[in-house]
């Protein structure tokens, strides 16, 4: 989907959803009030470096970071120039196992998993019974397992989702395990356009990161001399980059390691919205939630390659396809409203600012809103009329009881640089 430092608040829990044949266990050996902040690993590595910590997903995590080069604007700038190290460890990370892995995953989300090539990952969609979006998440085919990375806010709610549906399929005699790695590894995002030079000192020298695609190879290998490493390269900004799963008695040292390198920065969750938003990703939450389906969200292309040819819009059977896809044919279902980009007001809109046409009629809301260090100017993300959303469709915003002109624009607001092979 975090690291610890000395005693973690999670203990030594493992959450473990077992299914072969009709036997089903599902273990917890702690749970946690809404009301308590888990500490990370880095937690007090933060706090030595600046961080500004404030409560996020359940866990206390640095927004920015004090000192010549900390605050939203430039840490942010930095990603785009240079390389920013975030501690993403709120994100739950599992492992899939079984045989019938692949077929029990094709159930819960919308892409297209058999298809994937081993080492190669891609972004998905958990759906419910009327197909919105329970959480997205990346799932990676690690060879003889299935290798998934969950959103923090949501991976509680994920299992318990994943239980229900392993409870339904209990006749089919599954051979599937679903392992929920919990504290016991971190996850270090390495993000910017130096990622790549950065990371290669660290890694085995036959190891060519030249070779790895955006989302389209992942390897276990060490990191400084530490093994069991998890290198994935993907991210959340827009830019190059690598996701590290890494055992989080080492996540320190690692970090350490990382930010020795006078190109990196530690970056902090205020400059990861802002970054994510200029790509034009969504945020769970704001963006989507288990009201929105995925051709409102505009992410059909998470079932796979080949629109209405691809795979899974053709065979179905995922959870609440019924409600995403026409009964008789591939064709997406018609909806009400769409997921736009949004620029052109003075001042920036924040989430829940309506929006109007022009002639002041309410056709929609913002779910994102911020300043744009990149481009110097507001942007946002929201949802309108599907007939409004065309790209070019004039709009009015209403920002503190003021109406501000805007345009509906595409996305993403800054060109991504994904590194493809």
Known sequence: MLLQRGQSLLMSSSRRAVMMGKKNIFRTTRSFASGDLVKTALYDFHKELGGDMVPFAGYELPVLYKGDNG??????????????????????QILWHGKDRIKFLEKVV????AGLKPGQSCLSLITNEKGGIID????????????????????????????????????????????YLEESMSLLALQG?????????????DIKLESMGFMEKNIVTSIDGIYNCRITRCGY????????????????????????DDRVLQTGLGARDSLRLEAGLCLYGNDLDETTTPVEGVLAWTFGKGGPKAR?????????????????????????????????MKAPARQNVEIFSEDEKPIGIITSGTFSPTLKKPI????????SAKAGTDVLLKIRNKFQKATITKMPFVPNNYYRV
């Open 380 to 387: 946002a993300m929201g949802y309108v009329e599907t007939a």
């Open 193 to 205: 356009p130096e990622a790549a030079a950065v990371l290669s000192k660290l890694i085995p020298s």
């Open 110 to 113: 919308v892409g297209d998993i």
């Open 136 to 179: 997205d998440t990346v799932i990676t085919n690690a060879g003889d397992y299935i290798y998934m990375v969950v959103n923090g806010a949501c991976k509680h709610g994920d299992m318990k989702h994943f239980k229900e549906q392993l409870e339904l399929c209990r006749d089919e005699n599954l051979n599937i395990t679903m392992d």
């Open 71 to 92: 605050g939203v604007m430039k840490e942010h700038l930095w990603c785009r120039s240079k390389a920013s190290l975030f501690d993403v460890s709120h994100m739950g």
């Open 237 to 260: 900004t827009g830019e190059d980059g690598f996701e590290l799963s890494i055992p989080s008695v080492y996540a320190e040292s690692i970090a350490s390691k990382l930010l020795e």
């Open 312 to 344: 899974r819009r053709n065979e179905k059977g995922f959870v609440g396809h019924e409600h995403i896809l026409a009964e008789d044919s591939s064709k997406l279902q018609k909806v009400n409203r769409k997921r736009v980009g949004i620029m052109g």
